[in-house]
C-alpha cells in the first residue's frame, strides 16, 4: 500500500536557524499523488500548510518551502529561519491523484521545538 | 464558518460500554473522512462519506466499529463494546476544496 515515512520524530532548532524535516514516500498504487504538509500547533486542531499536486512543482506558505521530487519520491519541509512559534507537530501526507475525494495517508509526524 | 465541530472533545467508557462520536461537517462540504489518532499507529484512516454515501471503510476494524451520515449535517462513529485498545482520538474531517479537520474526539476505555 501508500506510505509515508518521516524518519525524525522530533527536532529542535535555535531561533533564526534553517530547518529541514524528511518526508519520503512510497505510491505504490499511483504514479504521482498529492503531496501534503499539515501541522497542528499546541492547542489547535489539524490544519492544511501547503500542498503541491505537480511533480517539480514547489509549494510554499508562512515561510515554508517543499518541493515535489518524484525522482527521489521525497517531499522535504524547509525554512530558512524558524521562529518560536513555529512551534508545533508537522505531518507529511498523500493522496491519490487520480481522485479528487481520497483518503489522506499520513507519515508519523515530527514534532519541532524552536528554543530561543 | 464555525468549522468542523466534533463532540464530545473527551469522552470516558468502561470496558464494553458503548461510545457515540459526532462530527457536523463545514456547511456545503460533500464529503466527510475519519481518521484515528495512536501514538503506536499515528494517523490512520477509517472511513469516508460523500454526499452521504459510505465510499471507503478500508480502515475501519471489521468488528464493534460502524459509522453512518444520515443527513448532510451530521455523521457518527459508533465503537461497541469498547476496548482499552480503542483509545484513541478519532478526527473527523471535511472536505470542499481541501480536508479541514475538526479538534478531535479523545476517547479513553478504561
Known amino acids: 500500500g501508500d506510505s509515508v515515512t518521516q524518519t525524525e520524530g522530533q527536532v529542535t532548532v535555535s531561533e533564526s536557524k534553517s530547518l529541514i524535516i524528511n518526508c519520503t514516500y512510497s505510491?505504490?498504487?499511483?504514479?504521482?499523488?498529492?503531496l501534503f504538509w499539515y501541522v497542528r500547533y499546541p492547542g489547535e486542531g489539524l490544519q492544511l500548510l501547503l500542498k503541491?499536486?505537480?511533480?517539480?512543482q514547489k509549494g510554499s506558505s508562512r515561510g515554508f518551502e517543499a518541493t515535489y521530487n518524484k525522482e527521489t519520491t521525497s517531499f522535504h519541509l524547509q525554512k530558512a529561519s524558524v521562529q518560536e512559534s513555529d512551534s508545533a507537530v508537522y505531518y507529511c501526507?498523500?493522496?491519490?491523484?487520480?481522485?479528487?475525494?481520497?483518503?489522506?495517508?499520513f507519515g508519523q509526524g515530527t514534532s519541532l521545538s524552536v528554543v530561543p | 464558518n464555525a468549522g468542523v465541530i466534533q463532540t464530545p472533545r473527551h469522552k470516558v467508557t468502561g470496558k464494553g460500554q458503548e461510545a457515540t462520536l459526532w462530527c457536523e461537517p463545514i456547511?456545503?462540504?460533500?464529503?466527510v473522512f475519519w481518521y484515528r489518532q495512536t501514538i503506536v499507529q499515528g494517523l490512520e484512516f477509517l472511513t469516508y462519506f460523500r454526499n452521504q454515501a459510505p465510499i471507503d471503510d478500508s480502515g475501519m476494524p471489521k468488528e464493534r466499529f460502524s459509522a453512518q451520515m444520515p443527513n448532510q449535517s451530521h455523521s457518527t462513529l459508533k465503537i461497541q463494546s469498547t476496548q482499552p485498545q480503542d483509545s484513541a482520538v478519532y478526527l473527523c474531517a471535511s472536505r470542499g476544496y481541501e480536508q479541514y479537520f475538526g479538534p478531535g474526539t479523545r476517547l479513553t476505555v478504561l
Open positions: 501526507a498523500l493522496t491519490r491523484a487520480s481522485s479528487s475525494f481520497s483518503k489522506l495517508v
Open positions: 505510491a505504490t498504487s499511483i504514479a504521482y499523488p498529492n
Open positions: 503541491v499536486i505537480t511533480a517539480g
Open positions: 456547511s456545503g462540504h460533500s464529503a
